[in-house]
Nanobody, 121 residues
Framework: QVEIAESGGGSVQNGGSLTLSCLFKPGDSGNIFSFFDLNWYRQQPGKQRELVATITEQDQPVYQPSVKGRFTVSRLNPRNSGYLHMKNLQPEDTAVYYC???????????WGRGTQVTVFP
């Protein structure tokens, strides 16, 4: 059974940095991580969940405009891992951040449980 685990959340001051990590656990599915797009979503207090950044199967990054230039998404396929490096964090970046792995062609979308990021003014 596929599982996804995020880590690296925490609390920082305005302008600070954090790096979130995402570990893809394939279970009995074998070496399949490289075939998935890796996404980072977030849910801010009182708001709907939104897509923040994607690193595609072809290793192409895509960013939501509000984080472009501040966030960097990456992946390391041999380690079944993805990362979201966040700098110049603002209070409005406060949210629960979720890592997901998605293969649209097969209608597969696996979610982690999320990690809290809090940015103090």
């Amino acid at each position: 059974q596929v599982e996804i685990a995020e880590s690296g959340g925490g609390s920082v001051q305005n302008g600070g940095s954090l790096t979130l990590s995402c570990l893809f656990k394939p279970g009995d599915s074998g070496n399949i991580f490289s075939f998935f797009d890796l996404n980072w979503y977030r849910q801010q207090p009182g708001k709907q969940r939104e897509l923040v950044a994607t690193i595609t199967e072809q290793d192409q990054p895509v960013y939501q405009p509000s984080v472009k230039g501040r966030f960097t998404v990456s992946r390391l396929n041999p380690r079944n891992s993805g990362y979201l490096h966040m700098k110049n964090l603002q209070p409005e970046d406060t949210a629960v951040y979720y890592c997901t792995c998605e293969r649209k062609a097969l209608n597969l979308h696996f979610w982690g449980r999320g990690t809290q990021v809090t940015v103090f003014p």
